[in-house]
């Protein structure tokens, strides 16, 4: 499956998600804002970032009324600041989620990850990596499930309780995050990623919760630097999933529907 659809058409709002090989973690956002615009949730497969930069173009072109609203999450927001730079005619819009910093000089996310553990927690991290590096590994489903359960813990302020029921993922694959991150973190490190940002030609916003581990002067110092029509929104009390924050996510709903109501007035109501 490429994607989710929700609502009637025009699709002029697509939904990007993270990992990379997250397939559906968009789900919660999509079903909010299904309630006033039609929605399309693609899911990327591709092995590299080019693959997966022309997957999702590829997605917008056949499925979308473009230019759309192009809101990438996390890894996501890579992805769609890749797809902006590189074919403006897709995207009128781009609004970035909780993305990684766009410079290696910024990349202190596992670092403020592991201050915000307790020593027995990191100790545990360590031989989690040890036990998934490990090619023969057994239940490494099971060892991937604690791993993310203690970054969750370290990227959130104060979690939303729920049950496993309420996931939206659909399984996360781990060889599409190890091909395509390692690959990612590189073309950070060489300037390569921030050229590719320097490209877009439409608005950004970017929208980060001050309580992320990965740093905002990240996104907010290069943007602003290099693009003409950025603007940033810190939310407070909030890590890197803001639809997942107890007092955060109402504020998250809030924002996001006025800045995409602003974008496509026409668009409000729609859905139904």
Known sequence: ??????????????????????????????????????????????????????????????????????VGYSWGAWLSGMVAGRYPELVYHLILISAGPLEERYATVWENRMQRLTPDEREKVH?????????????????????????????TFCPIQKNKEENDTFSSDPEIFSRVWAEAAKMRQTGELLSCFQQISCPVTAIHGDYDPHPVQGIIEPLSRNLSRFTSIIIPNCGHCPWEEAGASDTFFSLLYGEISGIFPSLVSIAR
């Open 1 to 70: 499956m490429k994607f989710r659809l929700y609502g009637s058409d025009p699709k002029r709002i697509a939904l990007i998600h993270g990992g990379p090989g997250a397939p559906g973690e968009m789900g919660p956002v999509a079903r909010y804002l299904s309630d006033y615009f039609s929605i399309i949730e693609p899911f990327q497969t591709g092995l590299s970032v080019q693959d997966q930069v022309e997957e999702l173009a590829e997605i917008l072109r056949s499925s979308a009324e473009f230019p759309v609203i192009l």
């Open 127 to 155: 031989d989690l990596i040890v036990q998934i590096q490990n090619p023969i590994c057994p239940d490494k489903d099971q060892i991937l499930e604690t791993f993310g359960r203690l970054m969750h813990k370290a990227d």
